[in-house]
């Protein structure tokens, strides 16, 4: 029995070349071997698609294979199983067919061994935690970073040869850096751009080396970097400096500098995003009569007002007193909390006794809303 060439395409038989043709490319981006390797199955569906648009795509073959598959065991074209004389076991075809150019446009964007190979690689990233103290980072500062890492050679130009222009084209390559090997395999052409290891992928090679560095294009080097760190840095939080990380081995760019933060506590504030927040203790007096109070803010400390009768607990906000940073300004909330004396004289003791015997119930939203709740569910009072 034929292979249904429409259906391993997934087109009708009446299907267009160009509806072929898009189905094919289709396929090929998903049953790529470059994207499955060690996958059998794969492999063996990606000849078959290959396979169907070979003779699909060929306006003398598909009629001769629809005669076939509609007169299956009658000769003419001699079976499409993909074995046997006159089948397309690769007998009698040239290559491809215009397969690589469809291939490398098609794979032009994949990293896959057919597509170009990348001559010069960029150098590695450095990455150096730093520490910064809570206002420096709430504020912004300014940090000298120092390091060390493979920097580039000045005196070649990281090109590793003497003067920077002691080398020629490489013959292989022809100065690409990339050489073209093809193979055949049957039906199956595999066509791969590697990088040429005459040259390591530069197209060039050095007649005379560089005698600062050794030929090898960079040199061991301490390396001090100064950042504006901007307002709002962040635990987690990073600068990217381009270029200064490690250099090239092969003539490419350097490498990025990744600096890494990481934030103190604070004694006094705590940081959400932008907000700060401050837990704020009152003395029984203040929270009872109200009364002015020193709170901090990221600059310095103001003066705030507490209103009588003010509650353990309760949120003051003070807008635009948080983090100012170039997206926006972070607000300071006030938790207030209500320091109790924890150790009181006999007198004081007395005294308290003889407020409390003065305070109705009803002065005090709490307690009153307490008692209120426990007559009505158990018919007692608490107070």
């Given at each position: 029995m034929a292979k249904n060439y429409y259906e391993i395409l997934g087109v009708s038989k009446t299907a267009s070349q160009d509806e072929i043709k898009s189905a094919y490319r289709k396929l090929v981006k998903q049953y790529h071997p470059d994207l499955h390797?060690?996958?059998?199955?794969?492999?063996?569906?990606?000849?078959?698609?290959?396979?169907?648009?070979?003779?699909?795509?060929?306006?003398?073959?598909?009629?001769q294979y629809d005669f076939e598959l509609e007169h299956p065991n009658m000769g003419g074209f001699g079976g499409?199983?993909?074995?046997?004389?006159?089948?397309?076991?690769?007998?009698?075809?040239?290559?491809?067919?215009?397969?690589?150019?469809?291939?490398?446009?098609?794979?032009?964007?994949?990293?896959?061994?057919?597509?170009?190979?990348?001559?010069?690689?960029?150098?590695e990233d450095i990455t150096v935690e730093v520490r910064l103290s809570f206002l420096d980072a709430a504020k912004g500062c300014r940090k000298e970073i120092n390091y060390t890492r493979n920097e580039p050679c000045s005196a070649c130009k990281g090109t590793g040869a003497k003067n920077g222009t002691a080398y020629k084209t490489c013959e292989k390559c022809g100065g690409t850096g990339q050489v073209k090997y093809v193979s055949n395999s049957g039906i199956f052409r595999s066509v791969n751009v590697r990088a040429c290891d005459e040259c390591h992928g530069t197209g060039k090679k050095i007649l005379e080396s560089c005698p600062i560095c050794k030929g090898k294009g960079y040199t061991r080097a301490n390396t001090k970097v100064v950042l504006d760190i901007p307002a709002g840095a962040d635990t987690g939080s990073y600068i990217r400096k381009r270029g200064y990380g490690e250099a090239s081995a092969n003539g490419g760019p350097a490498g990025d500098l990744i600096v890494l933060f990481k934030v103190e506590e604070s004694k006094i504030f705590t940081r959400k995003n932008f907000d700060l927040y401050v837990e704020l203790p009152i003395s029984?007096?203040?929270?009872?009569?109200?009364?002015?109070?020193?709170?901090?803010?990221?600059d310095d400390t103001i003066s705030y007002t507490i209103p009588e009768g003010t509650q353990n607990g309760k949120v003051f906000c003070i807008r635009g007193k948080g983090i100012a940073s170039t997206r926006r300004t972070g607000d300071l909330y006030l938790v207030v909390n209500v320091d109790v004396p924890g150790k009181l004289t006999r007198e004081q003791k007395k005294a308290i006794e003889d407020f409390d015997g003065r305070i109705d119930v009803k002065q005090c939203d709490k307690m009153r809303r307490y008692k209120e709740n426990m007559e009505a569910m158990y018919g007692k009072t608490p107070y």
């Amino acid at each position: 029995m034929a292979k249904n060439y429409y259906e391993i395409l997934g087109v009708s038989k009446t299907a267009s070349q160009d509806e072929i043709k898009s189905a094919y490319r289709k396929l090929v981006k998903q049953y790529h071997p470059d994207l499955h390797p060690n996958d059998a199955a794969c492999a063996e569906k990606f000849k078959e698609i290959n396979e169907a648009n070979e003779v699909l795509s060929d306006e003398k073959r598909r009629k001769q294979y629809d005669f076939e598959l509609e007169h299956p065991n009658m000769g003419g074209f001699g079976g499409f199983s993909g074995g046997g004389s006159g089948g397309f076991s690769g007998s009698g075809f040239s290559g491809f067919g215009g397969f690589e150019d469809i291939f490398g446009d098609i794979f032009s964007g994949f990293g896959g061994s057919s597509t170009r190979a990348q001559t010069k690689t960029q150098g590695e990233d450095i990455t150096v935690e730093v520490r910064l103290s809570f206002l420096d980072a709430a504020k912004g500062c300014r940090k000298e970073i120092n390091y060390t890492r493979n920097e580039p050679c000045s005196a070649c130009k990281g090109t590793g040869a003497k003067n920077g222009t002691a080398y020629k084209t490489c013959e292989k390559c022809g100065g690409t850096g990339q050489v073209k090997y093809v193979s055949n395999s049957g039906i199956f052409r595999s066509v791969n751009v590697r990088a040429c290891d005459e040259c390591h992928g530069t197209g060039k090679k050095i007649l005379e080396s560089c005698p600062i560095c050794k030929g090898k294009g960079y040199t061991r080097a301490n390396t001090k970097v100064v950042l504006d760190i901007p307002a709002g840095a962040d635990t987690g939080s990073y600068i990217r400096k381009r270029g200064y990380g490690e250099a090239s081995a092969n003539g490419g760019p350097a490498g990025d500098l990744i600096v890494l933060f990481k934030v103190e506590e604070s004694k006094i504030f705590t940081r959400k995003n932008f907000d700060l927040y401050v837990e704020l203790p009152i003395s029984f007096k203040t929270a009872a009569l109200g009364g002015k109070v020193l709170v901090p803010t990221i600059d310095d400390t103001i003066s705030y007002t507490i209103p009588e009768g003010t509650q353990n607990g309760k949120v003051f906000c003070i807008r635009g007193k948080g983090i100012a940073s170039t997206r926006r300004t972070g607000d300071l909330y006030l938790v207030v909390n209500v320091d109790v004396p924890g150790k009181l004289t006999r007198e004081q003791k007395k005294a308290i006794e003889d407020f409390d015997g003065r305070i109705d119930v009803k002065q005090c939203d709490k307690m009153r809303r307490y008692k209120e709740n426990m007559e009505a569910m158990y018919g007692k009072t608490p107070y």
